[in-house]
Each structure stands twice: as structure tokens, then as C-alpha cells.
């Protein structure tokens, strides 16, 4: 059984249909990342697995049916969401931002304590508050917020996004360390170099449809086919 199975899924707004027959296989262990231009629909595919958005076709989260439930079941049912630009509490601490999200006790995978262990650069800022922290530092808390809910699938939403490029090889180097510990990572991505480097499996999104799934290798290198399904290379 695939950790995750997306089929068929139609979904977006009121008054606009983004996801226009999404089909995504996400299998257990490993970092599937997912690429598309600006405004195809990658966050809303995000945000319609956490149930924060309506959809309709069928997602299957270790075989059940995610479908019409509530964002926070499906957080009980083990995924976990980094947003897109952060959303990190700015007026509490770090310690507090983690500390308000951590479940499962101290006997959890995934406590406040092992998540200063895989990022030391937030431990020296845990009194600071969220809202004081750079981009980069930011980044580290959402990933570490998401983390202590000890979730089996986490969805990274371009945690690349604005911020300099040694802090871009620290979050991918954080990613690479999650997979190996045996958290499977959705990770959705602009910044192409990144996502080829870090995934086990990658899909291109286009216009509301998944439109490549397939290894990293066969994108790397090929401009010619990026440049075809990103227009980007
Ligand atoms: N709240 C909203 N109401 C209506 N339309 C929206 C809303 N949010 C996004 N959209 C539209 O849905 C489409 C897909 O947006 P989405 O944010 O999913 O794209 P994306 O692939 O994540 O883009 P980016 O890479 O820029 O983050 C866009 O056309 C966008 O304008
Ligand atoms: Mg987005």
C-alpha cells in the first residue's frame, strides 16, 4: 500500500477549479518532490490533502480515505503541513511555537529537544521570538513545528523560497536527514537544482494535472525537457 494515493482529484476555489484531475502516488520512505510553475496549483494540492480545501476524486493516506475529513483529523492521522511563506507564531518564542505544537510526550520520535538536535541554530535562539527571526531561521522553526507532531508524511511547501543560497543547502541538507530518518517528505519546489538534488522520485505539475512523474536522472541535465514542462533551464 502507497503511504499516499491521490487519484482523480478535482479541487480549488468557489468560483475556480485548480486541480483538474490530479493523479500522485506518494510511496513510504524517501523525498518525492513535486515542481511547477507559478499558479498551477501546487499549494492548493497541499492545502486540499490537509483538508483545508474541498475536493473531490479520492486521497488515501495509509489506505484510508482523507476525503471530507477535518484539517485536524487528518493532522491526527500523521501528516503534517510546512506552508508556504513560513507562517511561524512571531509574537511567541521558538520554544513556545514548539512547545504548543509538540504531541506525543517525551517518548515521541520527534520532541522540541531532538528538534534543536537536527537544527543547533535554533536551539541559540529558543528565548528569541518567531517575528525576530530571519527568513532562514524561520524556515527551520516550521519544519521543526512540523516535526513534533510526529506526522509519517510531511508537505513542505517551497521552504526554499526567498531565502540565500547557503541557508537553501541547509534546508536541503535538513530534508536529505528527514528521509534518512524515515520521514517521507513531499517537498513542493521552485528552485529546480534543489528539488533534483534532494528526491528520491519527482512529478511536474501543469495547469491543475500532474503532466511528468518519474526519476530525478531523467530530468537532470536535459534542459531541453525541463524547459518543456517548466519553461524554466
Ligand atoms: N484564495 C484563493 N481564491 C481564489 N483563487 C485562488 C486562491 N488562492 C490561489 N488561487 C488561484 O489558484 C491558482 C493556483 O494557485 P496556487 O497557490 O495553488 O499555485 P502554486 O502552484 O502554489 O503557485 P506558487 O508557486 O506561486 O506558490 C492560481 O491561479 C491562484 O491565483
Ligand atoms: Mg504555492
Redesign the pocket.
Known amino acids: 500500500m502507497s503511504l499516499l494515493e491521490i487519484s482523480n482529484l478535482a479541487g480549488?476555489?468557489?468560483?475556480?477549479r485548480?486541480l483538474d484531475g490530479v493523479d500522485l502516488t506518494v510511496e513510504r520512505g524517501g523525498v518525492l518532490a513535486l515542481l511547477?510553475?507559478?499558479?498551477?496549483?501546487?499549494?492548493?494540492?497541499?492545502?486540499t490533502v490537509m483538508g483545508m480545501l474541498p475536493g473531490t476524486g479520492s486521497i488515501k493516506f495509509q489506505g484510508r480515505d482523507l476525503l471530507g475529513l477535518s484539517t485536524h483529523q487528518i493532522a491526527r492521522a500523521g501528516i503534517a503541513l510546512v506552508p508556504?511563506g513560513r507562517r511561524v507564531f512571531a509574537p511567541l518564542t521558538v520554544d513556545e511555537n514548539l512547545r504548543i505544537s509538540a504531541r506525543g510526550g517525551n517518548a515521541a520520535a520527534w520532541t522540541p529537544k531532538r528538534a534543536y538536535e537536527l537544527f543547533p541554530g535554533l536551539a541559540e535562539r529558543r528565548t528569541n521570538y518567531a517575528g525576530q527571526l530571519s527568513g532562514g531561521e524561520q524556515e527551520m522553526l516550521s519544519i521543526a513545528r512540523a516535526l513534533v507532531t510526529n506526522p509519517d508524511l510531511l508537505l513542505m511547501?517551497?521552504p526554499s523560497?526567498g531565502l540565500a543560497p547557503a541557508i537553501i543547502k541547509t534546508v536541503g541538507e535538513a530534508v536529505t536527514e528527514l528521509a534518512r530518518v524515515g520521514v517521507t517528505v513531499l517537498l513542493?519546489e521552485?528552485n529546480l537544482a534543489l528539488a533534483l538534488d534532494v528526491a528520491d522520485e519527482v512529478a511536474v505539475?501543469s495547469k491543475?494535472r500532474i503532466t511528468f512523474s518519474g526519476a530525478p536522472s531523467e530530468l537532470k541535465g536535459d534542459s531541453r525537457r525541463v524547459r518543456e514542462l517548466l519553461g524554466v533551464g
Open positions: 480549488g476555489y468557489p468560483r475556480t485548480v511547477g510553475r507559478n499558479g498551477v496549483g501546487k499549494t492548493t494540492l497541499l492545502h508556504q511547501d517551497e523560497d513542493v521552485q505539475m491543475g
